[in-house]
């Protein structure tokens, strides 16, 4: 795993949209807390751009996503919301420039596509954190993400689950999205868990799909060899006319349910309010026990 360099006062940070559209109404807060932070926000040129749902078109998007990786005097890219989107233009982007010049890669939901991938082909831990479109959300979210960009230690600690699996585990978190990681299955993006902390979260999805997903990460071997399984916010779930049977927390817990690995269900990170900035690619230790839980680096 190559080093990504903490980031010092006066640094520019990019921010992009790589998915839906924002406006400058939206983003203005999260302009003003990074310049607090000692950082110079650095907006891509299309930032602003509307095709539809999207941030401009996939070229416009690719275009501003490639110049944050080429410009060496940006040092940290910050995705803007997400959506719906990334996965139109993974593939148009060359990231061999992260090799040599590392940066912070930041973002959640729809940016799983670029935690996955980046994992896959480049080898740089990222931040699974709040986007500037929830800066106003909760103060503690966005401190942990600046945490995270300037190296200071971060680690957690949370209650308990009554489904919780208590165990004590140290292992490289990755992970994000459910609904993205399934969209990810069996193309050049696909997310490696063998020897790994999964780390799940989703929003607004029916009951059967949670089923159908875990499902396919069972059977396409992704959970015979976690470490452990961490979840957090399902959010918004939805069920049927005739009901599943199962909550959201269950269905997971049954797709586990062959394997031993230790589980933590609840943590505080996803589609909540209080979205805790997370280093995937990053080896942390996983403490379940009986009343609270801690996730340290």
């Known amino acids: 795993m190559i080093n990504v360099p903490s980031l010092k006062p006066n640094d520019k940070i990019a921010i992009i949209a790589t998915a839906r559209k924002i406006s400058a109404e939206e ?15 650095v907006l891509g040129k299309n930032i602003y751009a509307i095709e539809n749902q999207f941030a401009g078109s996939d070229e416009q998007r690719a275009k501003d ?3 944050a990786i080429n410009d ?5 890219i910050i995705i803007a919301r997400g959506g719906y989107g990334t996965i139109r233009i993974i593939d148009e982007i060359d990231f061999n420039k992260l090799k040599t010049n590392p940066k912070w890669i930041t973002g959640y939901s729809d940016v799983t596509v670029l935690h996955s991938h980046i994992h896959q082909h480049i080898g740089i831990p990222t931040i699974h954190a709040t986007m500037p479109i929830n800066f106003s959300k909760n103060k503690e979210a966005v ?11 971060v680690s957690y600690s949370f209650e308990t689950h009554p489904l919780n699996r208590i165990d004590e585990v140290k292992g490289v978190l990755v992970g994000g999205n459910l609904s993205l990681l399934y969209a990810l299955s069996g193309t050049e993006s696909d997310i490696d868990t063998k020897d790994k ?6 929003l607004d999805e029916y009951l059967y799909h949670i089923d159908r ?16 399984l961490i979840v957090g916010g399902l959010t918004d779930m939805k069920d049927n006319a005739i009901p599943f049977g199962k909550t959201a927390e269950e269905i997971i817990l049954d797709a586990v349910k062959d394997y031993d690995f230790p589980v933590c269900f609840n943590f505080p990170a996803g589609h909540v309010d209080r979205n805790l900035a997370l280093y995937f690619g990053k080896e942390v230790c996983l403490k379940i026990g009986t009343t609270t839980c801690s996730l340290t680096y």
Request: aromatic residues 10%.
């Open 197 to 202: 902390i999964l780390f799940l979260e989703d």
């Open 65 to 67: 996503f490639q110049w």
């Open 27 to 41: 983003l203005s807060f999260a302009v003003e807390t990074i310049k607090a932070w000692g950082l110079r926000p």
């Open 213 to 228: 997903m875990m499902l396919n990460l069972k059977r396409s071997g992704k959970l015979a060899n976690l470490k452990a």
């Open 143 to 153: 401190e942990t993400l600046r945490k995270c960009l300037f190296g200071e230690n």
């Open 72 to 76: 060496e005097s940006i040092k940290a």
